[in-house]
Antibody
Framework: EVQLVESGGGLVQPGRSLKLSCAAS????????MAWVRQAPTKGLEWVAS????????YYRDSVKGRFTISRDNAKSTLYLQMDSLRSEDTATYYC?????????????WGQGVMVTVSS | DIQMTQSPASLSASLGETVTIECLAS??????LAWYQQKPGKSPQLLIY???SLNDGVPSRFSGSGSGTQYSLKINSLQSEDVSIYFC?????????FGAGTKLELK
């Protein structure tokens, strides 16, 4: 059974950093592109970043480019999101998600989500 | 960014009814469209991709159609477990944007 379990969320002050982790199991992690997708409270979904199977290619939405870094450790089957210079508008539930296909941005499995609150 | 506009924002339907949700893209996305279902308090689940391909394990009462800028999700014979929020998402160009969602409730 495919499982994605996020951790590392919490309350953080504006301008500070936080690192999210996503532990994957039930599939060959190194064979899949992975992504982070977020959902602000009572709002819709927003793709944040994606990473290729080997980690050599990363893609970000403009609003997080230069502040967030997606990475992965295939030996540990773990995906990461380093979030720096956090802003109030980054407050959201962050989901780790698996790309359906390498060439596409469809997400066939999602974690349960982890809440990040940016507030002073 | 490509804007995805869903309609209606909410709807109420009876068990056994057929329901249709629409999604309009701000430009041609060449059938690069997915539909997701998000049940209350849960993470989204992929229902449809490439506008009309049913994801594994999704009941056949769900179907997708459309082309160009206009797409729709149809649910035949509505079941109680279909109460959810439904999102469309374009896969054509970055950033890969989602619609605001359609909340489906039982009448």
């Amino acid at each position: 059974e495919v499982q994605l379990v996020e951790s590392g969320g919490g309350l953080v002050q504006p301008g500070r950093s936080l690192k999210l982790s996503c532990a994957a199991s039930g599939f060959t992690f190194s064979n899949y592109d992975m992504a982070w997708v977020r959902q602000a409270p009572t709002k819709g979904l927003e793709w944040v970043a994606s990473i290729s199977t080997g980690g050599g290619n990363t893609y970000y939405r403009d609003s997080v480019k230069g502040r967030f870094t997606i990475s992965r450790d295939n030996a540990k089957s773990t995906l990461y999101l380093q979030m720096d210079s956090l802003r109030s508008e980054d407050t959201a539930t962050y989901y780790c998600a698996r790309h359906l296909y390498t060439t596409d941005y469809y997400f066939d499995y999602w974690g349960q989500g982890v809440m990040v609150t940016v507030s002073s | 960014d490509i804007q995805m506009t869903q309609s209606p924002a909410s709807l109420s339907a009876s068990l056994g009814e057929t329901v249709t949700i629409e999604c309009l893209a701000s430009e041609d996305i060449y059938s690069n469209l997915a539909w997701y279902q998000q049940k209350p308090g849960k993470s989204p689940q992929l229902l449809i991709y490439y506008a009309n391909s049913l994801n594994d394990g999704v009941p056949s009462r769900f179907s997708g159609s459309g082309s160009g800028t206009q797409y729709s999700l149809k649910i035949n014979s509505l079941q109680s477990e279909d109460v959810s929020i439904y999102f469309c998402q374009q896969n054509y160009d970055s950033p890969y944007t989602f619609g605001a969602g359609t909340k489906l409730e039982l009448k």
